[in-house]
């Protein structure tokens, strides 16, 4: 059982891992919009999303054979390199938001053509991130989104270090319980 | 199956920031330890690596664009990719294009070694001759193989636009006992249309061959026009079609210049 919550499909995986290209083509179209909007909260432009999605594409497909699936589900594998690459290129341009992500309250739904399972992942997994507290989210977005340490999410919040680690492990808990529930897990 | 806090708390406050790539080096390496005599503990990271993954599928929405163009790009890159390595044919053994990537390889091999020799020529010159000559042979060598990159991306942009996963193939026949023939190689995904056409009747003076995209709605589209060369001819079109609209596909004689619908006799079509 492919433990990872939106699981693509364990045959298309198996195939797209093995090389076949048409396996390439259908995760592509599964997953090119999740990766894309993930892109361009973290850069907030949309020529150099487009970039990172063409750079993560490549990147999994050149490095399938180091895929894992018992270190990581494939959607967290793919966005991971995803969010790499765009943190990457965020640094290096030097580009630091004032602000944080856009508030997710105003995320408003527009499934993704040919990807109506991934978008109904989209959706639980927004709904998980949504119900924690709003100290905890902060804590795992400024992490994901914008690449912080834990040092540098204490500094920017004005907290205690171990408030942080606090905050950070309570979330965790909680979406790994939440989206365990996703993946069938009692 | 959540290790006990008491022995491995601290370790799973770090697991957060090693999943997210966050860590210190010295805290990455105190995890790493952990992990090769802990089998619950690496269980967990898998588990705390999906689920910190995945937040990223929590970014707002946005309008996502056309990423079609983007799409045939990475196929024909992987299409590239395989070819180059050798792995397997691209095309049946009775098509000629199945030695174009070895042939565009020998003639990488052939363009080194011809730098090599030149390399040879200049050794006995004195020093900042040579130094000048070199650097003008770098430059020939690195124009010649940025040429064959780009003769090899188009090959791999070729090769995509004829064996993508979902192109379709329409053979053309002429009706009667005439020779031509030909095969459009259609991919939806991408709007591409490739044809490839045989045998064709030579064209007299002020004429050309005109290609036809037929609607099912019977909308008559020209795709442009071209003139065969000993028979032969191919061009490309791009044109977005759904892919249940298509009807038909013909080749008309026109007027040189095309026409804005079909006035000549259809030289060959299919469906």
Redesign the interface.
Same mark, same amino acid.
């Given at each position: 059982m492919d *433990? #990872?919550?939106?699981a693509t499909d364990p045959a298309l995986l198996a195939r797209f891992v093995a090389?076949d290209? $048409?396996a390439?083509?259908?995760i592509?179209?599964q997953w090119?919009?999740?990766v894309? *909007?993930?892109a !361009?909260?973290i850069l907030q432009d949309?020529q150099a999303a %487009?970039e990172v =999605?063409?750079e993560t594409? @490549?990147q999994a @497909?050149?490095t399938r054979a180091s895929f894992d699936a018992? *270190?990581?589900?494939f959607?967290? @594998?793919l +966005?991971?390199i995803? &969010?790499?690459r765009a943190l990457d290129r965020r640094r290096a341009v030097g580009r630091r938001r004032e602000a944080g992500?856009?508030? +997710?309250e &105003?995320?408003?739904? !527009?499934p993704?053509r040919d990807a109506a399972e991934v978008e109904e992942? =989209?959706r639980l =997994? *927004?709904s998980? +991130?949504?119900e924690l507290p709003a100290e905890q989210r902060e804590v795992? %977005?400024l992490?994901?989104?914008e690449? +912080? #340490?834990?040092s540098e999410i204490a500094r920017r919040t004005a907290q205690p270090l171990g408030t942080v680690?606090s905050r950070? $492990?309570m979330a965790?808990d909680k979406? &790994?319980d939440r989206?365990?529930m996703l993946?069938g897990e009692t | 199956m959540t290790p006990d806090d008491q022995a491995h708390g601290p370790i799973r406050d770090l697991m957060v920031a090693v999943a997210l790539g966050s860590a210190s080096p010295g805290e990455a390496a105190e995890v790493e330890r952990h992990l090769a005599g802990c089998a619950a503990c690496r269980a967990e990271l898998a588990v705390i690596r999906d689920s910190v993954g995945v937040v990223g599928l929590a970014a707002p929405d946005a309008p996502v664009p056309d990423l079609a163009a983007m799409r045939a790009r990475l196929l024909a890159r992987a299409a590239g990719q395989r070819v180059a390595a050798g792995r397997e044919p691209f095309m049946r053994s009775d098509t000629p294009g199945r030695r174009l990537g070895p042939v565009l390889l020998a003639l990488a091999a052939a363009a080194i070694l011809a730098v090599g020799a030149g390399f040879y020529r200049y050794a006995a010159a004195g020093r900042h001759q040579l130094e000048a000559r070199l650097a003008a042979e770098r430059a020939a060598a690195a124009a010649e193989i940025a040429g064959l990159r780009d003769s090899l991306a188009s090959a791999g942009a070729m090769i995509a636009a004829l064996t993508g996963p979902e192109v379709r193939v329409v053979t053309l026949a002429a009706s009667g006992t005439r020779r031509p023939g030909g095969r459009m190689f259609w991919d939806p995904a991408t709007g591409r249309w490739t044809l490839v056409a045989h045998d064709l009747p030579a064209l007299g003076a002020g004429r050309t061959y005109q290609l036809w995209i037929i609607t099912k709605g019977g909308q008559k589209v020209s795709a442009g026009t071209f003139a065969p060369v000993a028979g032969r001819a191919m061009m490309q079109a791009a044109y977005p079609l759904p892919r249940d609209a298509l009807g038909a596909i013909a080749v008309t004689e026109e007027p040189a210049g095309g026409m804005p619908q079909p006035t000549g006799e259809i030289i060959i079509s299919g469906a």
């Open positions: *433990r #990872s919550p939106g090389g290209e $048409r390439f083509a259908a592509f179209d090119s919009a999740p894309y *909007r993930l !361009r909260t949309e %487009e =999605v063409e594409f @490549w @497909w050149t018992s *270190r990581a589900g959607a967290a @594998w +966005l991971m995803a &969010r790499s992500p856009e508030p +997710l &105003r995320m408003a739904g !527009r993704a992942t =989209v =997994v *927004r998980a +991130l949504g795992i %977005e992490a994901y989104f690449g +912080l #340490s834990q680690k950070s $492990r965790m979406l &790994r989206l365990g993946r | -």
